[in-house]
């Protein structure tokens, strides 16, 4: 089985996105052999009420929540986001969330964030934050949003202890303590995959020699991404069979309880 | 014939992983009968890497990292790789291109049949860098030129390059990207609509845009160079965005894409299998582009 704990669906504001209906992402989740996906609203991203992108999501994959697991898009600072945080888990369904602090214009240190957080752990939500949405080289015009750095995450991580957060389109993580053996952080977060190497520096292979395979999970970042990229990291890493299973499916089927 | 999943601990054996896949690229369209056709056909391709880097000496682990390379161009099946040793710094230095290609030359020998060698100049030094290509491109059997941002390629002091090249048969692969700010770093930069420019002043040129998928704005780049056909795209860099190595042969042809990774490597396969192209088109992209442009090669 393999679960993707990294895809989207919905319109994205500066590039025109493919497989981005609940069907479409399923046949190319087909086609890939891809079993489950974690999804959420890529036009949250840049609405303003991010809660209009997460009813689109709970719209689209009614009747699919077999495969396609849905997150909710939440702005801490926008109004209501109790009510949205609340309807989004209650009534969506919606197991997780995805924040974008830079995106929405908050640091994840701030109280309204770290109220956030605990909330969605008191709910037993997972907590995942894209590093970034897409290369900083090709933005538009209208907008520079940093890339998320590390740092900002060991705070978070280090807060939090109980909260269990997924680390989504990062790298360099064994340039930080997030990746480091014996870091002395909780064993809060997962690291996902699509922007790792598993040639050359080899940083999924350093991160399950530091960690252990057990914080390492499978995602491609479809339909944003092509998803053949983090599967064929997949198949070239130089892990156990034991250890892959942990990354392809069993991991992220623990956190999510699947 | 290697498969998207596995049960068993695999480590894939060279030559397979992109020829294999070739036929489960054709995704859920797949018939048995297309996959073995595919699967037929792809074993005849040859898998030609047109943008890759050595490491520089001053790394201390220069040669471990050269292996590294070979290492993962054999377990992704690639055959060769089209390689040029940079300055760690830019400008780079007389000194520091010509013994950044004698190390390039020193790898051809190294592995002799899997790695090609790209002279890289600096055409500032316009006497030094052409006397530089003639040696190893005329006697030492470079296989073409690396241009980086040195100079915007529309700068004059670039042209005797491309006209060297002319003579030479070889393609010149430029650096280039488009950003929608000015790059500081690199304010000389060279963009695609800037190589559309050089192309059609030297048609009789070949010209490589790098990584579509590492400079910036994907899209404008593939639109800038429709009308330039004699500048091949190379599909590498780190960005895997969905639908830029489909958009490219939509609008410039198959056969003007090349494949490349710049050391970003399952990023470099994976957009590949990842497109929507045929079997037929991939092969192309894959290797039997750059294998025609190679054979221009004059004697």
């Known amino acids: ?258 | 014939m290697t498969v998207l999943r596995t049960s068993a601990p695999v480590r894939l054996s060279r030559r397979t992983l992109l020829k294999g896949s070739a036929a489960v690229a054709l995704g859920a369209m797949a018939l048995s009968s297309a996959r073995a056709t595919a699967s037929d056909s792809a074993r005849k391709c040859k898998v030609v890497d047109c943008h890759a880097h050595l490491s520089h000496h001053s790394r201390t682990a220069w040669e471990a990292d050269d292996r590294k390379l070979i290492d993962a161009a054999d377990k992704l099946g690639i055959d060769q790789l089209c390689c040029s040793t940079l300055t760690p710094r830019w400008p780079a230095t007389l000194d520091g291109f010509r013994e950044c290609n004698q190390w390039t030359a020193d790898a051809m020998r190294r592995f002799p049949g899997r790695v090609l060698g790209y002279c890289y100049v600096n055409p500032g030094y316009s006497r030094e860098s052409l006397e530089e290509i003639r040696r190893h491109v005329g006697d030492h059997g470079f296989m073409g030129i690396k241009l980086y941002n040195e100079y915007t390629c529309t700068e004059p002091v670039v042209f005797p390059v491309v006209e060297l090249a002319i003579g030479l048969g070889v393609p010149i692969l430029h650096h280039a990207s488009h950003s929608h700010y000015f790059v500081e770093e690199q304010p000389r930069l060279t963009d695609g609509g800037h190589l559309a420019e050089l192309a059609r002043r030297y048609p009789e040129a070949t010209l490589i845009c790098a990584h579509i998928s590492g400079g910036g704005d994907w899209e404008w780049t593939i639109k800038a160079l429709r009308h330039a056909p004699n500048v091949m795209l190379d599909t590498s860099g780190s960005v895997t965005d969905d639908g830029s190595v489909d958009m490219a042969a939509a609008v410039v042809g198959a056969d003007r894409l090349v494949f490349g990774c710049d050391s970003s490597m399952t990023a470099g396969v994976g957009k590949i299998r990842g497109a929507d192209l045929s079997v037929q088109d991939k092969e192309k992209i894959l290797g039997g582009n750059m294998t025609r442009l190679l054979q221009r090669r004059k004697a």
């Not at chain 1, 689209?60 to 702005?75: C, M, Q, S, W, Y």
């Not at chain 1, 109004?79 to 197991?95: N, P, R, S, V, Y």
């Open chain 1, 1 to 258: 089985m393999i679960i993707d704990v990294n895809a989207y669906l919905g319109h994205f504001a500066f590039r025109r996105l493919r497989h981005n209906t609940a069907a479409s992402l399923l046949a190319l989740m087909d086609a890939k052999s891809i079993d489950k996906a974690v999804v959420s609203s890529a036009a949250a991203i840049t609405y303003r009420n991010t809660q209009a992108g997460n009813e689109e999501v709970a719209e689209e994959t009614k009747g699919h929540h077999d495969r396609l697991i849905p997150f909710a898009v939440i702005n801490p600072f926008y109004a209501g986001w109790q009510d949205d945080l609340k309807i989004c888990h209650d009534e969506f369904g919606m197991t997780g969330l995805r924040l974008y602090p830079k995106w929405h214009n908050y640091t994840l240190s701030s109280p309204c964030c770290r109220e956030l957080v605990a909330a969605a752990t008191e709910r037993a939500m997972v907590v995942s934050i894209p590093l970034r949405v897409e290369d900083s080289r090709e933005r538009s015009w209208l907008l520079n949003v940093p890339d998320m750095p590390l740092e900002e995450i060991v705070d978070l991580v280090k807060a939090h202890p109980k909260a269990r957060f997924i680390l989504l389109n990062g790298i360099g993580y064994t340039g930080s303590p997030l990746g480091r053996k014996d870091n002395g952080l909780p064993s809060n977060y997962a690291i996902e995959l699509s922007r790792l190497s598993a040639v050359l520096a080899n940083e999924i292979g350093r991160l399950i020699a530091n960690l252990g395979a057990e914080r390492i999970m499978f995602g491609t970042g479809m339909p944003f991404n092509y998803p053949d990229p983090a599967l064929v990291k997949l198949e070239v890493l130089d892990a156990t069979e034991p250890d892959k299973e942990k990354i392809r499916s069993r991991n992220a089927a623990a956190w999510l309880r699947l």
